[in-house]
């Protein structure tokens, strides 16, 4: 039998000073992002949280699901048994498979866009042409699939040369190279690809909250993208980041909802795939204005865990006004004051080949402790139930504080007491902002 809607089983339960109360929410994922969307909605209390896959810290605060996949359809089916009134969607794959467009058949509210709405993500080409429709400034690019194609957009620019993957590529499908035969090589690795100009100045990372017709914006972060200090080395999924950014723009929010956000989710609904759910903007602050790097179509990590981590008023709130299209009639977010950083703790050979299975060690503070906690993001039990490493970004540390030097001397006072075989972060995290 097919489960009730989700507006109707909600009814059943009760608020609270206006909020939301006792509801039953399923998160999906098993990362650092993950975590922190489970810890804000565990903030709220009274809700009966649940996730799949999960982690080890996410079991702490929820009961978790190891068995489901990312799979639309396991998901739909595991929201029907748990009789959840929410889906909050963490990964960006279950989206691009269709995972919102499952629930929504069944009657269950999803914090997510739907398959459709989700290809600002799932294909880079699909994004630049929303950009050009909506008049989002954005780089000059060419979508190649010959060898041909790829070498005529590179002709047209100079270096630095930037080549996107069309698809999804983990945060991993950008090159971004003074190098001609690294472009190249590249481009042929990854069949379909977006070439396009160089964009120079400060990048940001920008979410807002859609119903598919209002947005609401929630703070802006700077996210750390290669794996060594001084930026150098790899591109990795996020080593760190850091809220707020004293150093940009003070109408920089207003600016990216009015030219960008906004832009973005009013071309979706003209489309007829309105845009419900999170929508990430990266942005580059250049001497001509701001401009987008790429949209995404889910909370972003690590910027996700310093924000969340500002977040005062309930998260819940929220993201159940985004699913069921009543963002209008809900109070704007509140925040705290102060900052938050978070560095990111690595397994030995990420990004390439990232070791699994070292054991990890959580010790004693000599010192009085300052504000910091930590979110799994790459963990497992082992057979003996040892904490062990599970994937490439392992643990995030969060710092807080008055300002970003406490916030940011917080989080490495925490992270010099977790020990890992192999293990390694970036020492350089907020530095000097």
């Not at 097919?2 to 206006?18: E, F």
């Not at 993500?121 to 699909?126: A, C, H, I, Q, R």
Request: net charge negative.
């Amino acid at each position: 039998m097919a489960s009730a809607p989700a507006a109707t089983r909600l009814s059943s339960y009760g608020t609270c000073s206006g909020n939301l109360a006792h509801v039953r929410i399923l998160v999906i994922g098993s990362g650092g992002r993950e975590h922190a969307i489970v810890r804000a909605l565990a903030q709220d209390g009274g809700n009966d949280l649940h996730a799949a896959p999960g982690n080890p810290g996410i079991a702490e605060l929820a009961e978790t699901h190891p068995a489901t996949s990312s799979v639309p359809e396991e998901i739909t089916d595991l929201a029907g048994q748990l009789r959840a009134d929410l889906v909050v969607i963490g990964p960006e794959a279950p989206l691009v498979a269709g995972a919102a467009d499952s629930l929504a058949a069944k009657g269950i509210a999803c914090f997510g866009p739907a398959q459709r709405a989700a290809m600002l993500e799932g294909s880079k080409s699909f994004a630049k042409q929303v950009m050009t429709e909506a008049g989002i400034p954005t780089a000059r690019s060419f979508t190649c699939t010959t060898s041909s194609e790829a070498e005529e957009a590179f002709r047209t620019f100079v270096p630095k040369y930037v080549v996107k993957a069309d698809g999804l590529a983990a945060g991993k499908g950008v090159v971004v190279t003074p190098d001609i035969d690294v472009a190249r090589a590249h481009a042929r690795h990854c069949g379909t690809v977006v070439i396009e100009e160089f964009l120079d100045g400060p990048e940001v990372s920008l979410f807002a909250v859609s119903d598919g017709t209002t947005a609401v914006p929630l703070l802006p972060a700077q996210d750390f993208k290669r794996a060594h200090d001084g930026d150098q080395g790899p591109n990795t999924g996020g080593m760190g980041a850091y809220t707020p950014l004293p150093w940009a723009p003070a109408d920089l929010t207003e600016q990216a909802m009015d030219q960008v956000i906004q832009p973005a989710v009013d071309a979706m609904r003209r489309r007829g795939s309105p845009y419900r759910g999170l929508l990430y903007a990266g942005l580059c602050l250049t001497a001509a204005g701001l401009a987008v790097i790429e949209f995404n179509a889910r909370f972003g990590d690590p910027e996700t865990q310093v924000v969340l981590d500002r977040l005062a008023s309930p998260l819940t709130d929220l993201l159940h006004a985004a699913a069921v299209g009543d963002l209008a009639a809900t109070a704007p977010p509140r925040w705290r004051d102060g900052a938050a950083v978070t560095v990111v703790l690595a397994a030995e050979g990420y990004p390439d080949a990232p070791v699994k299975g070292d054991k990890i060690l959580m010790h004693e503070r000599t010192a009085v402790p300052r504000a910091g906690y930590l979110l799994h993001a790459g963990t497992a039990l082992s057979p003996a139930g040892d904490l062990v490493s599970a994937g490439g970004r392992v643990l995030n540390v969060v710092g807080t504080g008055a300002d970003l030097a406490q916030a940011r001397a917080a989080a490495y006072e925490l992270a010099a007491t977790v020990e890992m075989r192999g293990g390694w972060y970036r020492r350089d995290i907020a530095a000097g902002r």
